[in-house]
């Protein structure tokens, strides 16, 4: 159990979940151990039948209940499935797409690495959009890029990182509703990007 609350810390703090209960590593500890339990169980049974009964009925034992736990997986599978299928949530995809139709050519796109993964994919795979600018990192850094697509004419689109709105972007532009997120459509402050230490536009990048 501790070395499986280590493991949850540890990645937790790697993605900076702090407060959150992040529990993948708790999953593997416990299929780890489990498989190693049942297979010291059977070894231990196998053992102590030795000698008593034939090794034909040892084997034949072993299969019956190799065939019963295969069984037992097979059901609860089917059983659950329908409450963990989710082949019909597509809006990922769809907001993807229609972010993709949407923005103009030559555009840059500013999304946390989920919404990005999924636009890469559709580019990687499709060559979708080869000529979109793909942004991610801290949003805090945003800005000054975000700035420069702007005054430049380069249409800017930012989504959500961590769920929330981006704070320093919703401070010094203005945003437009768009898919995955709200287009950017002027700055609010320019002074704040026009002198030191944001320098000038070529120096922002």
């Known amino acids: 159990l501790t070395l499986m609350m280590m493991g949850n810390f540890t990645f937790a703090m790697n993605y900076s979940l702090v407060g959150y209960l992040y529990f993948i590593p708790t999953y593997f500890a416990w299929a780890v151990l489990m498989a ?61 797409l229609a972010l993709l139709k949407a923005a103009p050519q030559g555009a840059s796109l500013y999304l946390d690495w989920e919404d990005l993964s999924a636009i890469r994919f559709y580019r990687l795979v499709y060559n979708t959009r080869p000529d979109i600018t793909l942004h991610s990192g801290d949003p805090a850094d945003w800005a000054k890029g975000v700035y420069c697509d702007v005054t430049n004419g380069a ?20 945003l437009q509703a768009a898919p995955i997120g709200w287009r950017v459509m002027t700055v609010t402050d320019r002074a704040k990007y026009e002198t030191p230490p944001c320098g000038t536009c070529a120096t922002c990048r």
């Open 36 to 96: 190693i339990g049942l297979a010291w169980s059977l070894r231990a049974v196998g053992n102590s039948l030795h000698g008593r009964v034939g090794v034909a009925v040892v084997r034949a034992g072993g299969a019956i209940l190799g065939v019963a736990l295969l069984s037992i997986v097979i059901y609860l599978s089917a059983l659950r499935y329908p409450n963990i299928d989710q082949s019909d949530q597509t809006a990922t995809r769809d907001e993807s």
């Open 155 to 174: 249409a800017a689109y930012v989504g959500e990182f961590a769920g929330a709105q981006p704070a320093i972007i919703a401070r010094d532009f203005t």
